[in-house]
């Protein structure tokens, strides 16, 4: 298992993907974080009664710190989905996946050292998009004057939570490269699903009276309340940012996302051991 595990990890060290990956997580995580922090700290937004509201002043400074730190984390996991679906979609497409299957006839193996590796690399990305938030995050708290890291250690849990939040989008995405083997299709349904799909079909179920509760169990808002992004918020902030009341707590939120990562890995566990080759 460890030479499977050492082989799939060689695969991915030994191309640019891996390193093109790496520093656009970096540097979305940097830009990303740059353009909302701005706009948290120095933005403000209209109230009900027609007022304007600091959103810098309407929250205490974990509270500000967290959320610009955070921010970002969309683009974070979406890098990582795409990582998981090339990792499998790239057998597919270059055709090599007959010649890991004759190193590593054990298709169950193959697949326990794919998600091993997956994981590692998911990892490394998630690392480098954090490093690049939290360095954009705290020039622009300390450049206005806010505590860097107002709770190190409340803020260093956030942080372990977002590279769990991408390291399971990996997994996601390597169970979609599974279910549609040819790349490019996957990698268009597995944006637009993302991007596109679950954004307005959370905004459509919430318009029914049941589905505020259903709409927090979407994968993106799962993702979200397992790095308590709007905790802390008060609740008319957290209404002006299209956050409803019913938002999992963290740990709940991580074991649902945790979930979906399971599901698509035994669905691509299961179509391995099954489908045919050539």
């Known amino acids: 298992m460890t030479g499977l595990v050492r082989s799939e990890l060689r695969k991915f060290f030994t191309t640019r993907m891996w390193w093109g990956l790496t520093l656009a997580a970096f540097l979305l995580g940097a830009a990303l974080t740059a353009l909302s922090?701005?706009?948290?700290?120095?933005?403000?937004?209209?109230?009900?009664?027609?007022?304007?509201?600091?959103?810098?002043?309407?929250m205490d400074d974990v509270s500000l710190a967290r959320m610009i730190y955070t921010q970002s984390i969309s683009m974070g996991y979406l890098l990582t989905f795409v990582m998981g679906i090339i990792v499998i979609g790239g057998e597919y497409r270059h055709k090599t996946l007959t010649a890991t299957l004759l190193a590593a006839p054990r298709r169950g193996s193959l697949i326990l050292a794919k998600v091993a590796a997956v994981a590692i690399t998911s990892s490394v990305i998630a690392l480098a998009h954090l490093a690049g938030s939290v360095l954009a995050g705290a020039v622009l708290l300390g450049s206005a004057g806010h505590e860097i890291f107002p709770d190190a250690g409340q803020l260093g849990w956030v942080f372990l939570r977002v590279i769990l939040v991408l390291v399971l989008w990996g997994l996601i995405g390597l169970?979609?490269?599974?279910?549609?083997?040819?790349?490019?299709?996957?990698?268009f349904v597995g944006v637009a699903i993302v991007w596109i799909v679950e954004p307005l079909m959370g905004v459509f179920i919430q318009l029914a009276t049941w589905g505020e509760t259903l709409a927090s169990y979407l994968p993106a808002q799962v993702s979200l309340a397992t790095v308590d992004a709007y905790s802390g918020m008060p609740?008319?902030?957290?209404?002006?940012?299209?956050?409803?009341?019913?938002?999992?707590?963290?740990?709940?939120?991580?074991?649902?996302l945790a979930g979906y990562a399971a599901v698509m890995t035994?669905?691509?566990?299961?179509?391995?051991?099954?489908?045919d080759v050539s």
């Open 175 to 187: 169970g979609l490269g599974v279910l549609i083997p040819n790349q490019v299709v996957a990698l």
């Open 235 to 256: 609740e008319e902030t957290r209404q002006m940012f299209g956050v409803s009341g019913t938002t999992l707590t963290w740990w709940v939120a991580a074991l649902v």
């Open 37 to 58: 922090g701005w706009f948290m700290i120095y933005g403000s937004m209209p109230t009900p009664n027609g007022e304007s509201l600091s959103l810098a002043e309407a």
């Open 266 to 275: 035994a669905v691509g566990w299961s179509l391995t051991r099954r489908r």
